[in-house]
């Protein structure tokens, strides 16, 4: 190999080096800001509560997730593929049920994907994801942990682990992940942020998404997916899309992917999604 190919090569891996700790940088810089502002909120809660103790309060803390979401004020749905920033409360789950259409070089693929999602205990929840299940060869099971979580439950910071676990009879290799999440929710825009490494494969990816409110039934979904490896090119793509809530249990979507770097997996995917909670 020649001396300009080998500079070339180191250049490319620097690049990538330098995306990847740049995506990290940004993400981490998002976790400590939306803790402090869930705080702030709390804070204010605090006032407005006037003579209410704190250990009263603290002593409510762990219901008021569920009772939130029992008594419907927290309605927004759940993006396309993006992990929810906080674990499920106990005794919810929630399951996204995905038909996708990928055009790639000339021939249109189709396949299906399941996202299901539950709370185990308070803090504690469990995601069992797969998003292309004949295209990808694992599925991950992951324990998510809520480290910081405001009062209602609704924002805050989540460490977890991942495990992927092989699907097809060809693939016999699992290994590990960590990485954490984040969210920040109000009545009207839900920010959903999830980052995670894996060791072996020396790779960084995630996705943060946006969901807002315009009515009782319309939710405009983005999202923005990154993938950066050790040696390659980084693949990021955005979605855009809509779901429509057909009850309190129900919705349904329809959303639209593309590549926005240069290196690519597919031309352009289609995707239908059915989200069922109960």
């Given amino acids: 190999m020649s001396q300009h190919s080998e500079h070339k090569i180191h250049l490319l891996q620097s690049e990538n080096r330098i995306s990847s700790f740049s995506l990290l940088c940004l993400l981490v810089i998002a976790v400590f800001l939306q803790p402090a502002f869930c705080q702030s909120n709390d804070t204010m809660k605090e006032m407005d509560m006037g003579g209410q103790t704190q250990d009263t309060m603290k002593s409510t803390e762990p219901n008021q997730a569920k009772m939130n979401m029992d008594e419907g004020e927290m309605d927004i749905v759940h993006p396309f593929f993006t992990h929810m920033g906080m674990p499920e409360a106990v005794g919810h789950s929630a399951l996204r049920l995905s038909g996708v259409a990928t055009r790639e070089e000339g021939d249109t693929l189709g396949d299906v994907g399941f996202h299901l999602e539950t709370g185990l205990a308070d803090r504690i929840g469990l995601h069992i994801r797969n998003d292309r299940i004949s295209n990808n060869a ?13 009062r209602d439950g609704m924002s805050g910071f989540s460490p977890f682990i991942e495990l992927e676990v092989p699907t097809h009879e060809d693939e016999r290799h699992a290994y590990g992940l960590f990485g954490f999440s984040t969210m920040w ?8 942020q999830s ?9 960084l990816e995630g996705s943060f998404s946006m969901v807002g409110k315009v009515s009782q039934r319309l939710f405009p979904v983005v999202e923005f997916i990154f993938a950066a490896a050790e040696g390659a090119t980084p693949q990021n793509s955005m979605i855009g899309g809509l779901k429509y809530r057909i009850n309190k249990y129900t919705a349904f979507g329809i959303g639209y992917q593309f590549p926005v770097t240069e ?3 597919f031309n352009h995917q289609v995707l239908l999604q059915m989200d069922l909670e109960w």
């Fill in 138 to 150: 694992h599925t991950e099971i992951m324990l998510q942990y809520a480290a910081i979580r405001s």
């Fill in 185 to 192: 929710s109000t009545h009207g825009l839900e920010l959903n």
């Fill in 195 to 203: 980052v995670e490494y894996s060791p072996e494969e020396e790779a």
């Fill in 263 to 265: 290196a690519r997996e």
